[in-house]
């Protein structure tokens, strides 16, 4: 694999990770206000002063560690299993990515509750607990990969168009024609 090739794959993968983390902070600021609305119309207590900044905190936190634990290495781990296989193989990457990611889920899960033998916890919290952020992922896996999709298509597109250009360019005019 080329250099370029490489930081073409860290600035697709960075502006990925970006786009998670701004949509979950998004969310997080949509879902104060919603909850600040709700309080107003109910008539409850707005609660305390930072809880939008420690929303905010927490999206931010919560879906870098979930870009750079989960999503980044799903999708390269994808890539490279996908890219074996001949074009069909691309349509396959999305339900590819989901067991995978699955799979690392619970590998996780599972080793946490390992560590922490003592918490009295069952397999089957390990699994519930792995689907339910499996189930959480799904989207933000969704999103990273569409990014990753588009990139390697404005790639695709800016090479073939600079190719174009450049081979229009070296063909011989109109008055460079011997006859």
Request: with cysteine.
């Amino acid at each position: 694999m080329k250099a370029h090739d490489l930081l073409l794959g860290a600035v697709a993968h960075a502006t990925a990770t970006a786009a998670v983390i701004g949509l979950s902070v998004g969310f997080s600021v949509i879902g104060y206000f919603g909850l600040l609305a709700w309080s107003i119309l109910t008539g409850s207590p707005l609660g305390g002063p930072l809880g939008l900044l420690a929303m905010m905190f927490a999206a931010f936190v919560l879906s870098s560690l979930a870009a750079v634990v989960v999503l980044a290495p799903v999708t390269m781990v994808t890539s490279a299993i996908c890219a074996r296989g001949r074009n069909g193989w691309r349509l396959l990457q999305i339900p590819v990515a989901m067991m995978i990611c699955l799979g690392e889920l619970l590998a996780i899960s599972s080793l946490i509750v390992l560590i922490a033998r003592n918490s009295g916890n069952s397999a089957l919290d390990t699994i519930r607990v792995a689907v339910v952020a499996w189930l959480i992922l799904l989207f933000p896996l969704g999103v990273y990969w569409w990014i990753l999709q588009a990139h390697a298509g404005v790639h695709w597109a800016v090479r073939t168009l600079w190719t174009r250009l450049r081979s229009w360019r070296k063909r011989p005019g109109p008055s460079q024609v011997s006859v």
